[in-house]
């Protein structure tokens, strides 16, 4: 047992971005001395991440005090999402949220991100430094007692803490440094998504979310009508299609748009504003919550194919549950093993469930093409039956557990293949009539 440290702050957060933020803001609301720690300066883009968030998400955002005017600046609001497969097309409303919201945002992460890192820093116990790299940690014993780190060209400096805590994304220091164990690795069937930001892309849709699946149902495009006019344009697929293989990200990225010349003629007049971005084999997987001293939140904690649009989502809802948990273990109510065994639980609640049905539809639109599985009249009264709309969103936005659609979708394909059946016998009927 090492002796007790004299600490300066409550928590150090590792990384400013949606999960070190928001967590940031949480802890410090219940009068935490927080120092919050991120390497990029901000606003910028994060390494990676396409950017829809739903009501769920913003519902969560009100609480810590996050100004959707200032998050969500200039940015349309989206009321559908219009999926374009192969053999269908479906139109899947954004259901109202308890809070009243019936909509998404595509929202420009760079200034959805600094948004958050500024509600964070506005509060006079949270201490925020940017261009500030985090490069190891301190220990007493088994403990985590602090961080070491420099600015740019800086010296080290070093702070200590209760605790550490790794927001820093999928390839984290804390985690790394902790040897924290990784659980639930799903590595078979992944995706690899690239995207860029674009100005006067031809609109689809007036505030849609448009998906399109392309090559068989091996990859497929999201086109989302972000901030300031911008066009948020991705390439998502499975990853042995999605692969540049040496080939420049940019040129690959735009010959995959090119391969569908629907999506392609909304080009003519568009202007590519940002490079592409992308990442390969994209990770499913959970690690160990925590340890003595220190914590993992956001993706550090639990990161997934972007497929279900939820990483956002989930970044909040991790630091929730661990804001929570350290609260009671500040108040003694719990021992730093019960408060990190509740946050697991409590984390693993809320993000299980999606986690695990998000592996079988990745399967099911990237892998196993469900193009030829059932005629393509069938999939086109199915992806447009409201019963199965109106499930699509109530799960999207987290009304409710995903298990539900795996339990209720059968039952309502079955009605709505039948109901079609129908409406086509009365009109070929009909159409045979004389009169
Ligand atoms: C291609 C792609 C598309 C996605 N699309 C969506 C989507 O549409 N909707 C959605 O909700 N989610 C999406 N996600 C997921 C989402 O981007 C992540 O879940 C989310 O960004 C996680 O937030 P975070 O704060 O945990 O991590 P990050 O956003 O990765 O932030 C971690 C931060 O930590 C900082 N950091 C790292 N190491 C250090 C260090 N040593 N010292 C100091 N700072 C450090 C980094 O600079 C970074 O800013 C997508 C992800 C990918 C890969």
């Avoid at 639930?184 to 031809?202: F, G, L, N, P, Q």
């Avoid at 199915?382 to 995903?402: F, N, S, W, Y």
């Amino acid at each position: 047992m090492g002796t007790m440290t004299q600490t300066a702050y409550d928590a150090i957060i590792v990384g400013g971005r949606v999960a070190g933020s928001a967590l940031a803001a949480r802890l410090g609301l219940y009068g935490w001395r927080v120092l919050l720690l991120e390497r990029d300066t901000l606003p910028s883009l994060p390494a990676v991440s396409s950017p829809i968030i739903y009501a769920s998400t913003m519902h969560m955002l009100d609480e810590i005090g996050a100004d959707e005017a200032v998050y969500a600046r200039n940015t349309p609001k989206l009321r559908y999402l219009v999926n374009e497969a192969l053999t269908y097309t479906s139109y899947v409303p954004i259901p109202r949220y308890a809070n009243g919201r019936d909509y998404a945002y595509a929202i420009d992460r760079a200034r959805f991100d600094a948004a958050l890192w500024d509600n964070a820093v506005r509060l006079p116990n949270v201490t925020g430094k940017q261009g500030f790299s985090v490069t190891d940690l301190l220990w007493d014993g088994e403990r985590v007692v602090g961080i070491t780190g420099k600015t740019k060209g800086g010296a080290a400096e070093t702070f200590t803490a209760d605790v550490v805590i790794g927001a820093d994304g999928r390839f984290g220091v804390v985690a790394r440094k902790t040897g924290a164990q990784e659980r639930d690795v799903h590595a078979t069937y992944t995706t690899s998504i690239y995207y860029a930001y674009w100005r006067d892309v031809t609109p689809l849709d007036v505030g849609a979310c448009a998906a399109a699946y392309e090559g068989d149902g091996r990859f497929g495009y999201l086109v989302m009508d972000s901030a300031d006019g911008q066009v948020a344009v991705a390439i998502e697929g499975r990853s042995d299609e999605v692969d540049p293989a040496g080939e420049d990200t940019e040129t690959f990225y735009l010959a995959m748009l090119q391969r569908s010349p629907k999506l392609w003629a909304r080009f003519a007049d568009a202007e590519r504003i940002t490079s592409v971005r992308g990442m390969r084999d994209i990770g499913n997987l959970y690690r160990q919550a925590g340890g003595a001293g220190w914590a993992l939140v956001g993706d550090a904690y639990h990161q997934k194919d972007p497929l279900d649009g939820q990483g956002i989502f989930d970044a909040v809802v991790t630091g929730k549950a661990l804001a929570q948990a350290l609260r009671q273990w500040k108040r003694g109510d719990l021992t730093w093993e019960e408060a990190l065994a509740a946050y697991d639980e409590t984390a693993r609640v809320k993000t299980y469930p999606m986690f695990k049905t998000l592996q079988s539809r990745i399967r099911t639109n990237f892998y196993d093409s469900l193009a030829g599985q059932l005629p393509g009249q069938w999939q086109q009264w199915i992806a447009e039956d409201p019963r199965m709309t109106d499930l699509v969103g109530k799960m999207l936005t987290r009304q409710i557990p995903p298990d539900m659609v795996t339990v209720l979708a059968p039952g309502i394909m079955m009605r709505a293949i039948a109901r079609g059946s129908l409406r086509e016998a009365g009109k070929r009927l009909r159409d045979k009539l004389p009169f």
